[in-house]
């Protein structure tokens, strides 16, 4: 692919008499595999003084109008007679060289095909907008001395190589606490600094809006109002566009946004830094699933930028990186950590608490519970963590303990809050109309091994009468809690940001997230723990967090150290000794069982590749998970997209989904 700075460009318009015609090699809207390249097509005079590398054009192809990016001008092209250019769509450059490069890696890396990619990272045109002012967002000022960054090791090495220019690569750990020390956003912001001061462009991408808010607070606080454009859907199209644009023409050095910030078109880049690269928001939904935290390392490599991969967990992924010695780990010994971090202990964790409480290694809120939540108000807010949103998320036959499921269509139920006490419900037929029956042993009774927020609530709210009960969850979020005492129940990731930190905080059913059937499922839960203690207080103030659940379990230790890297570089192990990514590559394909399996044969070729299944997931689709080590990887990729290729050229019928590296492995 050629690109503005390659000889074979050429400015429109400029053709001296004689020249042969000027040839645009276009991208065009197409996801076809077996399509997926340039097409050349002829410039008219007429539209030579508009067209540019990067712009926006309309094609005929294949007997249908699709628009299309324009990847190079030349003079010359090996096809035979050329369609012109139906016509130009507008002259202004959205798809600037280094995104179209990036774009064709990601698309490439995936399996997918350059136009999906680019539907990712060029939002749709406004031409309103587009034809409006081009007002510049206001130069960022500078953010005064850096006060977060450098109070971990490596960090001031860190900024001092942004603010020199150089492709510094580095994962930060801060400490998951309320204050300096866990202030994300503020590392974040040094970062960004450092990297402006140099002249370069920094972009800062986070998983949801919640974070964004925060980012931009502290944004705004740092380099003034009005100093960055920020990139997210929930812009609305209009104002996502003028963003956009504001970044494409230069006007914007600093861009802060979610997912599809990860592409934003500045020039110049000298950082690119995602917070919280283990949060599934931040894997794309859409072919070819590509995740920020790939597509921002292919970006920092391929323009010599600085890369910064912050969190309070720390990915396999990210721990990979470095034991490579690809990024530098900032962040602090484990002891350390401890010390600035709030205390962390494990409910029923010594004989004198069991000799209290003998029944509470199986109690969902043991003794130590209560005594937390007592001393933590003490002070102010509590918060407790519950994994179920609702009242009770399953029930189960108190007699032979199989779970209840609905008596029409067999799907499981849960209990609701009635009038005359719990109410089950099925989320297909609706309430029960009569009284149930367990159809294995003929019991009537149930219990409730999943409870909800809801029902926790009450639970919590009897116990503590004279307290202030605040509940959170994706459904009714809760954005702030103030300092006054209140027991706050949230699901994880809806927690209320508190004004002066949680005094205390107690996660409970800690065996619901462990046990989850899927490959992350330890490291998931884990980041979501350090996630609440980020938002406790340290122990200095009397900051304390219990975790009701196991304590052997090693997601649980690794929390009570605050030791996210010693997890990190153990799950690696682990995954390697498993052949599990990033220590494998793994292609996931599902669709029709003779679709399926001719990626399987196809991958045969492929070096040290295994194969595993067909497993049979329901509507005629099954699945087949292809393997291989690491060296092998390209090639896997590349047959699986070769016979994707294969199979749309011949038009075969079914529907395919190819994965690689999926963020969910279940």
Request: aromatic residues 4%.
């Amino acid at each position: 692919m050629t690109d503005a700075t390659s000889p074979s460009v050429l400015p429109g318009g400029e053709a001296s008499e004689g020249d042969p015609p000027l040839v645009a090699e276009v991208a065009v809207d197409v996801s076809l595999p077996h399509l997926d390249r340039p097409f050349d097509y002829l410039v008219t005079p007429q539209q030579a003084e508009e067209v540019a590398v990067g712009c926006r054009v309309r094609v005929r192809f294949a007997g249908k109008l699709r628009d299309g990016f324009v990847l190079a001008l030349k003079r010359d092209s090996e096809a035979g007679k050329l369609r012109p250019l139906e016509r130009v769509i507008s002259g202004e450059v959205v798809l600037a060289a280094p995104i179209a490069r990036l774009a064709r890696q990601v698309a490439d890396h995936y399996g997918g095909t350059l136009a999906d990619v680019l539907r990712l990272a060029v939002p749709g045109r406004h031409a309103a907008t587009e034809k409006a002012s081009r007002a510049a967002p206001a130069a960022p000022a500078s953010a005064g001395e850096a006060g977060v960054l450098p109070r971990f090791a490596e960090g001031d090495a860190f900024l001092a190589g942004l603010a020199g220019g150089r492709p510094v690569r580095a994962s930060w750990s801060p400490v998951p606490v309320f204050g300096p020390d866990g202030d994300w956003a503020g590392g974040l912001v040094d970062a960004a600094a450092a990297t402006l001061a140099a002249g370069r462009a920094a972009v800062l991408v986070v998983p949801d809006a919640e974070a964004l808010a925060r980012l931009e607070a502290r944004c705004a606080a740092s380099f003034g109002a009005g100093s960055f454009v920020t990139l997210t859907a929930e812009l609305g199209p209009a104002a996502r566009y003028r963003h956009f644009l504001a970044a494409a023409r230069g006007q914007a050095r600093l861009v802060l946004g979610t997912r599809a910030a990860v592409y934003a078109p500045v020039a110049d880049l000298g950082l690119i830094a995602v917070f919280d690269d283990g949060n599934d928001s931040l894997a794309e939904p859409r072919a070819p699933y590509p995740h920020v935290r790939e597509v921002a390392s292919l970006r920092a490599s391929g323009e010599h930028a600085g890369l910064l991969l912050a969190g309070y967990g720390r990915t396999a992924e990210v721990q990979a990186l470095v034991e490579k010695g690809w990024v530098v780990p900032i962040g602090l010994p484990p002891a350390e950590m401890r010390r600035r971090g709030p205390v962390v202990r494990v409910a029923a964790d010594t004989e004198r608490a069991l000799d209290r409480d003998p029944d509470a290694r199986v109690a969902r809120l043991p003794h130590d519970v209560f005594a937390t939540l007592r001393a933590g108000l003490a002070s102010g807010p509590v918060l407790v963590q519950v994994p179920r949103a609702g009242y009770v998320s399953s029930v189960a036959c108190q007699g032979c303990r199989e779970p209840a499921r609905c008596p029409r269509c067999r799907t499981p139920l849960r209990g609701e809050r009635g009038a005359s006490g719990l109410a089950l419900v099925c989320r297909l037929c609706g309430p029960l109309p009569g009284p149930w029956r367990c159809p294995e042993c003929g019991d009537t009774r149930l219990r409730a091994p999943r409870v909800g927020v809801t029902r926790t609530a009450e639970e919590l709210g009897r116990a503590f009468p004279q307290t202030r009960v605040v509940q959170s969850w994706s459904g009714h979020p809760v954005a702030e809690v103030d300092a006054e005492p209140a027991i706050v129940l949230a699901t994880p990731g809806a927690e209320p940001e508190p004004t002066h930190g949680y005094a205390a905080a107690v996660l409970l059913d800690a065996t619901l997230l462990l046990e989850r059937p899927e490959l992350r499922a330890a490291e998931e839960a884990l980041r979501r723990w350090l996630a609440a203690c980020a938002r406790v207080r340290p122990a200095s103030e009397g900051g304390a967090v219990l975790i009701v659940g196991e304590t052997h379990a090693r997601a649980v230790q690794a929390l009570v150290r605050l030791d996210a890297a010693g997890f990190a570089e153990r799950e690696l192990a682990g995954r390697r000794e498993a052949s599990f990514p990033p220590a494998s590559k793994l292609v996931v394909v599902e669709g029709p069982a003779d679709a399926v399996a001719g990626f399987a044969e196809a991958s045969g070729p492929v070096e040290g590749v295994e194969t595993f299944g067909p497993l049979e997931l329901g509507d005629d689709v099954v699945r087949v998970t292809l393997r291989g080590p690491t060296s092998s990887g390209p090639a896997l990729v590349a047959a699986a997209k070769a016979e994707a290729s294969r199979r749309s050229a011949r038009k075969l019928p079914g529907s395919v989904r190819v994965r690689v590296d999926p963020q969910v492995i279940d």
